[in-house]
């Protein structure tokens, strides 16, 4: 087959990660094109950050509402409607795709392939996305192309992990993406997984007056965060009524009336009603297979692709950025699809500093975490210093009225090395403590930076005088 085109990079998946690598690249004058199976933008516009943001602001939004109730305004019925969010959806679909879309995109110079890509004979084959279905639906392909590139930039995504469960044939089960754009739901979900994304959407399904089952292997909410955090969110669902949690359960298999749970060697049977939906939250695989790139020589590790911290892959004129990669959030996965295009167009090219960005839960109120997590540190044998203040401590929280804490952790230099925040506003709060995590700076350096009097940040303040 003929080799129709030469591109100086060529970009695999048009996420925000892909995207962000070609209008790096373009912006140099090299040619650069960007091969998508799909519609530009991946996950982050249709899927999850933009739909999840929505949902989520319109939960703050009715949790503002029903703040103004202690300044003695009327108590009123207030309820979210499904069809008022698709709106607002659309919306802030069209304006998204003003930036990310495919004509701002070929604006910025960047060539655009409909398809999907594998490596053969050490380029890329692009066959158009119907086709692909039909071949594997047993159909033959009728046309190919195959581009060729001096570097080429990996950022093919993830896809969800059903985790070993088996599900029966007759059952629709609903993914995250389900649940952020539904416009019909059903009474109750029973969500599988309380991580980040489990957790976030069985609030926002309290919220639209759902009763929610959250199932996790592990034996308590959001293991991958700090005992205390779980803790917290615990007992405001609690508090809240509608989320019911079956912890330290392993789901085996979805059917038409039963979820299968086992705990050691007992199993159980838990019932879903008529009324009720299943939904996986079990976390994300990296999508890696059927690209060809054992014959590239790219190895794939535990998380994805391996790369080094320019992002190069174990083939040197390949890179790899995004999802694909890491179970990134979506800042990261476009920093790294800007690094790697950086890696290849400049000679001082940025390297990942490996300092995590925050990871953040859109509930009220609030949860953000910098840096190492105690159960790191604790595996890790390190030595570290902990201080916590809770909210209720300072004027904001006595003033305002406030659920949560401000947690700092340093070493035994006194450099601050995390934190984690459950507060109103913790997302915003968080900036100043990734700061001083990244520059590696002392409890006193950043004592020595001023604090707004009667802020949320006093809590900071009072956490870093008790190092
Ligand atoms: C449930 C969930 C909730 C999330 N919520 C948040 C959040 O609130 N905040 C946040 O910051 N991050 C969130 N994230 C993470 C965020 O969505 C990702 O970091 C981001 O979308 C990754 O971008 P990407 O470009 O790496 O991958 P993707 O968006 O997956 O893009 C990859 C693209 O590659 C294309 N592709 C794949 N294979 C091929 C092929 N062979 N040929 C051609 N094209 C191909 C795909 O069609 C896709 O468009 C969430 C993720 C999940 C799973």
Request: proline share 3%; with cysteine; charged share 25%.
């Amino acid at each position: 087959m003929e080799t129709v085109n030469k591109f100086d990079v060529l970009v695999i998946g048009g996420g925000i990660a892909g995207l962000t690598a070609a209008k790096t690249v373009a912006v140099s004058g090299r040619r650069v094109g960007v091969v998508e199976q799909g519609k530009l933008g991946g996950e982050y516009i249709y899927n999850y950050d933009v739909p999840a943001e929505i949902g989520l602001n319109a939960v703050r939004a009715m949790f503002s509402l029903e703040a103004i109730q202690r300044f003695g305004a009327k108590k009123r019925t207030m309820s979210l409607s499904l069809a008022g969010l698709e709106r607002e959806r659309n919306e802030v679909v069209k304006n998204v795709e003003g930036y990310w879309g495919e004509e701002a995109i070929k604006r910025d110079g960047v060539e655009i392939i409909k398809g999907r890509a594998r490596f053969v004979d050490g380029e890329v084959e692009v066959v158009s996305t119907h086709e692909a279905a039909s071949k594997a639906k047993g159909g033959a392909p009728k046309s190919k192309k195959r581009l060729a590139a001096t570097r080429y930039i990996i950022a093919t995504g993830s896809t969800l992990n059903q985790g070993g469960i088996t599900v029966a044939n007759k059952v629709k089960i609903w993914t995250p993406t389900d649940v952020w754009t539904a416009v019909r739901l059903p009474k109750t979900l029973m969500i599988i997984g309380a991580g980040m994304s489990g957790v976030e959407m069985a609030y926002y399904a309290t919220k639209l007056g759902l009763r929610v089952v959250l199932i996790d292997r592990e034996n308590r909410l959001l293991p991958n965060e700090d005992e205390e955090v779980g803790r917290f969110y615990s007992a405001m669902f609690a508090k809240l009524g509608r989320v019911s949690t079956v912890l330290g359960a392993e789901v085996e298999s979805v059917g038409e009336k039963e979820l299968i749970l086992r705990r050691g060697n007992t199993k159980k049977s838990l019932p879903i009603t008529g009324t009720s939906q299943v939904v996986l939250a079990t976390g994300q695989l990296p999508n890696v297979e059927a690209l060809g790139l054992d014959t590239i020589g790219v190895k794939i590790g535990k998380n994805g692709i391996v790369v080094d911290r320019g992002l190069t892959t174990s083939n040197s004129r390949v890179y790899a950025a995004g999802t694909c990669v890491d179970d990134v959030p979506s800042d990261l996965a476009m920093l790294m699809g800007k690094t790697a295009a950086l890696s290849i167009i400049s000679r001082n090219a940025p390297i990942m500093s490996g300092a995590s960005s925050p990871r953040t839960l859109g509930l009220t109120p609030s949860y953000a975490r910098i840096g190492a997590t105690e159960t790191e540190l604790r595996l890790k044998n390190a030595r570290y210093k902990k201080s916590v203040v809770l909210l209720s401590e300072i004027p904001r929280g006595r003033i305002a009225g406030g659920d949560g804490f401000v947690c700092v952790l340093s070493d035994v230099k006194a450099r601050i090395i995390g934190a984690k925040i459950i507060a109103p506003e913790a997302e915003s709060m968080i900036l100043a403590l990734a700061a001083a995590v990244k520059y590696q700076m002392t409890v006193d350096e950043l004592l020595k930076v001023p604090v707004p009097l009667d802020s949320w940040n006093e809590a900071i303040r009072l956490a870093l005088t008790r190092l």
